[in-house]
T-cell receptor, first 111, second 113 residues
Framework: DAGITQSPRHKVTETGTPVTLRCHQTENHRYMYWYRQDPGHGLRLIHYSYGVKDTDKGEVSDGYSVSRSKTEDFLLTLESATSSQTSVYFC??????????FGSGTRLTVV | KQEVTQIPAALSVPEGENLVLNCSFTDSAIYNLQWFRQDPGKGLTSLLLIQSSQREQTSGRLNASLDKSSGRSTLYIAASQPGDSATYLCAVNGGQGAQKLVFGQGTRLTINP
């Protein structure tokens, strides 16, 4: 999607390994978010950021950490991946009073 | 805790029909509500954003309404086309600033030629 890119698009990793997903935006939006999408659960918020170095937890933050050292980049880290973290991960951005723009997603498989 | 429900879970209609997708939410104290479209294996595309002070928004063949007091929103699609086939998601935002959206599970729409 224009203005927001996620990398990698697909990843297979082994249980217990660390994994970092990257979200990059060119819109200079203040807010950035990480969601996961799972059958039967829909989209759920993991973490979000409201500025450089300002982050907070969402609904399903256990097992995940985030960092935002620059306005344009928001990283999601799985410190020690588990099979329950197999999912599709979406990054999104927003500005005050405006709606969301979502990235194309990262499909993560933990084996 | 806010809960969002979308009914029906799936809908299949012939091309050309007008249709309505429903979204209900349990806490009426929302800041805005958004409708998204998701194609298989793709990300979400924002369709319409309704602020809490608004009653409806229109974009082309799409019209979304909001009744905050009853906790309901509808997405009306006029003259449906096969290209409208996708999953439609409703999401509510409870506050200003960071928009921590709560999503419904979506309605999977199939338009048959």
């Amino acid at each position: 999607d224009a203005g927001i890119t996620q990398s990698p698009r697909h990843k297979v990793t082994e249980t217990g390994t660390p994994v970092t997903l990257r979200c990059h935006q060119t819109e200079n939006h203040r807010y950035m978010y990480w969601y996961r999408q799972d059958p039967g659960h829909g989209l759920r918020l993991i973490h979000y950021s409201y500025g450089v170095k300002d982050t907070d937890k969402g609904e399903v933050s256990d097992g995940y950490s985030v960092s935002r050292s620059k306005t344009e980049d928001f990283l999601l880290t799985l410190e020690s991946a588990t099979s329950s973290q197999t999912s599709v991960y979406f990054c999104a951005i927003s500005a005050d009073s405006y709606g969301y723009t979502f990235g194309s997603g990262t499909r993560l498989t933990v084996v | 805790k806010q809960e969002v429900t979308q009914i029906p879970a799936a809908l299949s209609v012939p091309e050309g029909e007008n249709l309505v997708l429903n979204c209900s939410f349990t806490d009426s104290a929302i800041y805005n509500l958004q409708w998204f479209r998701q194609d298989p294996g793709k990300g979400l595309t924002s369709l319409l954003l309704i602020q809490s002070s608004q009653r409806e928004q229109t974009s082309g063949r799409l019209n979304a309404s909001l009744d905050k007091s009853s906790g309901r929103s509808t997405l009306y699609i006029a003259a449906s086309q096969p290209g409208d086939s996708a999953t439609y998601l409703c999401a509510v935002n409870g506050g200003q600033g960071a928009q921590k959206l709560v999503f419904g599970q979506g309605t999977r729409l199939t338009i048959n030629p």
